[in-house]
């Protein structure tokens, strides 16, 4: 038994509506924008620092496959312990993903903990952030032992001189004038 | 027409710096027109059939070695003067320089309206050896390079160098418009120095630009010209993506370490903000361009950025100083608000301790979408230098008629400031205070 014309013609038209999305699905898809998601290292290279030390920041920026990412651009934020910015700087990623940054300890730091944050992005990713922490920790420096033992021998002398002449009464003394109280 | 003017003020008192912010909000005027010109140079001045010349001021420097190992300084004013309405955006470069000189303009870049002053720094360490230098400062731009000659004579005994220098690649890429159209020709270009300093020739430059997925849709690989330069053409697909395309320019040579520059551009309509840092300044406090402080004098930082994608709402606007020793001396982070199509523009005051370094300041200006601490990116970024030294009154200025512009008929907004102080453990106190007038 023959089939209806319009059978036919509507059978022909899903053909054609299935062809049209298996053949445009595919550009769909690959025209995504963020074609996979970065991931993003970071870590310094020591986690205690002195005030003026260089601090190294090293990291690599990966992709799902945990392949490197060449040329994925690298954002970087380095906060004191306030949470104010102490430093910024933007990288690339090299050939194997690593991306490297440094910059010096503050002269006068905050004591406390530094932390260094960072963002990953290429065109096709989705962004990546992570974040390290690092030490940074006022001292005296070297130069100023020999500062603060000459001040310690000029305060010892005068000290002894004003003894000497009475203005200040030694341990001695001062134990003598205690003593009557006691008794 | 709502004329906005925003004016924000931001004071940190910190030791041994001291930093105070200006911004403002100017419109955006940047247009580009492709000009053919002749490449001779007479004298200290080129000749042109159309576009632009370049003039170097004074003709002749003469440079003492200083005494206790400290760097001399040069100065020369550069101007170049756009001519058949010209309105290109010009890179300067320097060739010639002495051994271990460095160098750098201020500012770097800009467009002639119809002039644009920028001053050349020449620095002179005690290692340089004593002679006559002819320095050859070219500006280039998209289709135009043009030259001025200048010559520099260093006097008195060199001394041996103390330490090694160590000299790295550095690349420039721009494009010769931020937004295009669907079958436009997209012209790049670049310039590859050594540090601050000389430009390079035949080092090897490869391309490769990104569609907004993530596809490669063009690369190449060049070498750069007699004067540092690499440039590279190519035409959008009728049917290309619409949104923010990136360039990538990586530069290698034997000896040095590969170099890498990114710049963006948009075709279309971008889903995402598209910002470039456009113009980016050093002056004193009365606006004339100044590469050379001294201790205790301020130093304004202007910086201008163009927005091509969608609005930047509550975007970051960074300025670093570095130090000689490249210590961090201070960061101030402004928030700012660019809407599509518009730029903004802020200028920074730092003050200069007194007990200053003395020695070669960097300068770093970054635009950000959101503080990275928060998974914000930065967009684009830019370094200028500029010297503190005890003797800076050798300083020749130049005039200024093109560089800073505070005011504009912009409705770009500019909201809130923020500042911080990296120095020093000693108290600090921040306040900030904004005006706003509508005509």
Redesign the interface.
Known sequence: MARPFGDDRMRRSRLLLLFLVMTLIPFAVGRSDAAGQLHVTVSTDKQSYGPGELVAVNGQVLDDSLNGVPFASVSIQANDPSGNPVHVAQVLSSTDGSYKDQFRAPPNPTNGGYAVYVTASKPGYADASSQAACVITPEFSTSQVPFLMLLAAILTVLLAKKREQGSVPSRNSRRQEKEPSRT | MTLLLLSISLVAVI?PMYVEGDTGVADHTTKTKKTETSTTASGSVTELTSGFILKADPPVHTVQHLKNGRTASATYSVRVTASSGFRGKVELSVDGLPEDADAFFNPEEGVPKPVLASILKVLIPPSTPAGIYTLKITGSSDHTSNYATTTLIVEGEATTRTTQKQDELRVSISTDKEKYDRGDEVRISGLVKLNLGASVAGATVSL?V??????EVHAAVMNTDQAGRYAENFTLPSIA?E????V?ATASMTGYK?A?A?VTFTVGVS?LPSVRIVNATITMLDGTPSSEFKPGETVVVWTAANNTGVDLKSGNM?I?VLDP????IT?V?IVVTIHTGEQAQIGVHVILGSNAKLGTYTV?I?V?DA???S????LD?KEMAFVVSSDASQTATATTQTTTEIASTSTTESTSTST???????TSETTSTSTAETA
């Open positions: 030791s490769s990104l569609d907004p997925a993530g596809e993506v949104g923010t395309y990136t990538y590969d890498y990114t889903r960074w670093e020793d490249d210590a961090p960061v982070v770093r970054l950000s503080p990275i601490m998974g914000g990116k930065f970024s911080t102080e990296t120095a020093s453990t000693t």
